[in-house]
C-alpha cells in the first residue's frame, strides 16, 4: 500500500503574496483547514510544507505556506501534487477505501470466475463507477453499490462481485 496520499494539486498562483490554488483531490476539500503540513512532489524531490493559511475559492482551496512570501517562490510548482502521509489521512468509514489501494486489484465474480482488473474509480454524484479491464469484455462499468460489490479485501487485492443482469 501507498504511504503517501495525494490531496491536492497546485493548478497556479493567487495573488502575489506566495499564495497557491489547490484543486482538491480528496473527498471532503474541508479536510485542508485542519492540515498543519503537506509533502509536495516536485518530480525530482519531495519538500515538506508548513500551511500557515487556508481559503476557499469555488471548488478550490487556496494555500499558503510559511516562508514562501511571494509568487516567485511558488510559481515554478504549478502542476505538482500535494501528499499527505497515510498516518495524516483522514479516518475512513466501513466500506470506505482510498482509491490508491484498489486500483490494480483483481476482481472475481461470486461464481469465482476471472472478471478481470480494477483499472479506475469514477467519481460520479449518486455512487462511485469501477472502471474493469474484462479480459474479453474490454472495459466495463461497475456501480459501486452493494447489490453489485459484495466484497472489497484490501490487503489481499481482491474484490468479488455478483454480475447483474445486463452488465455485460
Known sequence: MEELLQVGVITQTHGIRGEVKVFPTTDD????????????????DTLSLEIENVKFF?????????????????????????????????????????????????????QGEDFGVLKDVLTTGANDVYMIDHPSAGEVLVPAIKECILEVDIPGRRMKLHVMDGLL
Open 58 to 110: 469555488k471548488q478550490f482551496v487556496i494555500l499558503k505556506f510559511k516562508g514562501y512570501d511571494n509568487i516567485n517562490d511558488v510559481e515554478r510548482y504549478k502542476r505538482c501534487p500535494l501528499l499527505v502521509e497515510r498516518s495524516d489521512a483522514v479516518p475512513l468509514d466501513e466500506d470506505e477505501y482510498f482509491i490508491t489501494d484498489m486500483i490494480g486489484m483483481q476482481v472475481v465474480t461470486d
Open 29 to 44: 476539500a474541508s479536510r485542508f483547514r485542519d492540515l498543519k503540513h503537506v509533502l509536495l512532489d516536485t518530480g525530482k
